[in-house]
């Protein structure tokens, strides 16, 4: 995983299923996928500069959230294996939730009140 | 499962406390199988998100602005309630390894195969017209 000092030890786990290793994964697919998804938006750049820039900025925030909090994820999920127990991180499930929820909404936002060509 | 270097357990935040009230904590392998589910259906719902906005900023030489713009809203509004809809999934799935009570049933997949049927029928259609 991600290496940002040398002081900091790599942690380690001996899970056969790679549940840390495959669960991060996850959470880069999930930031590509917010990035493709609003570069759709792109299209009405030119006419709705300060729409689109709203909603790449939502986007933007959620994607750098998760690469920034990448590698806390990855040692807490090879801790919780370590220790047989992990606390469920309801916080970052709700954050990319309501992420997604405002990014369908402004999307609505567009195709019903922006003039569209 | 053994390890070289265990580090000390993180305590629960507040947020998650006061949803997940009670129990005892699951197998964190499955918590953390929760958590993959849960963005698959994230990206279910992005790539719904995607299609939407898609078809009205792409489609202009292709689609009628009438169907245009039901097909993008109908996919818009069920990107919503599947962005919605799989945290309280992931939530109630949470609870019930909690309370080691059998998980519910997936109220996000019916919703999923009826809003993707009622799309690809709205297309049927107007293909179908289309051609006459």
């Given at each position: 995983m991600m290496r940002r000092g040398r002081s900091v030890p790599e942690p380690e786990h001996h899970d056969a299923g790679l549940q840390p290793e495959r669960t991060s994964l996850a959470w880069s697919r999930t930031t590509l996928a917010m990035i493709v998804a609003t570069a759709?938006?792109?299209?009405w750049f030119p006419e709705y500069g300060w729409f689109t820039g709203t909603l790449v900025a939502v986007a933007l925030c959620t994607a750098l959230g998760i690469y920034i909090t990448q590698q806390l994820r990855y040692r807490r999920a090879v801790s919780g294996i370590a220790n047989e127990r992990i606390h469920a991180d309801a916080a970052a499930a709700a954050w990319v939730a309501g992420s997604v929820v405002v990014l369908g909404a402004l999307g609505l936002f567009a195709v019903l009140f922006l003039a569209l060509d | 499962m053994p390890t070289s270097s265990p580090s000390p357990r993180p305590e629960r935040g507040k947020f998650a406390a006061k949803l997940l009230r009670g129990g005892t904590e699951p197998d964190p392998r499955f918590t953390l199988a929760n958590e993959r589910t849960f963005l698959a259906w994230i990206r279910t719902s992005l790539a719904l998100v995607a299609g939407g906005i898609a078809v009205e900023a792409f489609t202009t030489d292709i689609f009628d602005p009438a169907i245009r713009t039901t097909i993008a809203v109908v996919l818009l509004v069920l990107a919503m309630a599947i962005g919605c809809g799989s945290f309280f999934r992931w939530l109630n799935i949470e609870r019930s390894m909690r309370h080691k009570t059998p998980l519910p049933l997936p109220l996000i997949a019916p919703i999923l195969a009826i809003g993707g049927g009622v799309v690809a029928a709205l297309l049927l259609v107007f293909v179908l017209l289309r051609l006459t």
């Open positions: 759709m938006f792109l299209r | -």
